[in-house]
């Protein structure tokens, strides 16, 4: 292998995040500097490789940290907001078909480098579809959480008010970071940008926002993960939808899921009297969101007059609330 092919399956390691195969490559090119008679440069090669392997081996004992996070500055601070995220997917209750799906892609995430050795991608690039309270900005943070990188959501407010006056500036910074820093990239309420070019309110710059989109998503195979959100997939454009690794469906909750969330955030109550029919029931057409908002009050109630048992009249007060104020 030629010192240029060693650079560049350097580069292809790093952006893979394969620090084993880094290493590997660089201890390879350490020795063909050697057969070329370029010692002093082997040398400090060998050193540069030891330091690295001492250094991961200490990492290794205190185990497993995230992902170094370059905070947005100058342009990038209007772009994009950045933080690290405790959720996991256990934070999560959800259907098995769809913790299945999520975890297949976190999966291909963390073996990515043995998926690229044989020619093949991860998925990387997610729509999720569903109503309002769902759990799809949950999981961009899940996501985020459990691969321990970090979460940088894209602000509408500052990339529309470039892309309208500068044609896509603003969107070619945030692919250039998509690039440039691994994390989970999160578009949500997508339609803002997603809408079908055929639309009655269809502006011209607008259109070709969209179709700057479409190339940058198409020509993208960086090591990020992007996750773009929808309330509303008939506004989106249909080119949209193939250039996406999986589109992930989201409903609101079965009886199950409402009853696995209830218990879930009223663990360290009792329980024992709630009539989980009549709870049921009444929570039938919310969102996972505004249970769990409904299972807050409740508590809080409760907390507030000193019990530690719930009731099933407080629980339904709860419910008939958030009903109210959302349907």
Known sequence: MTTARHIVALLQ??????????????????????????????????????????RSATVARRGAGPVPMAKPKGEMAGLLEAHYSDIRLSSMVLKPQLEERLSRVLTEQRQQARLRARGLTPRRKLLLVGPPGSGKTMTAAALAGELKLPLFTVLYDGLIGKLMGETAKGLRLVFDAIGLQRGVYFFDEFDAIGGQRSGQNDVGEIRRVLNSFLQFLEKDDGPSLIVAATNHPELLDKALYRRFDDVITYDLPDPDIVRGILEARLATFDLSSIAWPKVLESAAHLSQAEVARAADEAAKLAVLGEHDRLTTEGLLTALQERRAAVL
Not at 15 to 34: M, N, W, Y
Not at 36 to 51: C, M, N, S, V, Y
């Open 13 to 54: 390691s790093h952006i893979d995040g394969d620090g084993e195969r880094f290493l590997s490559v660089a201890t390879q090119l350490a020795a063909h500097e050697a057969r070329q008679g370029h010692g002093k440069l082997a040398q400090e090669l060998r050193e540069l490789i030891d330091a690295a392997k001492s």
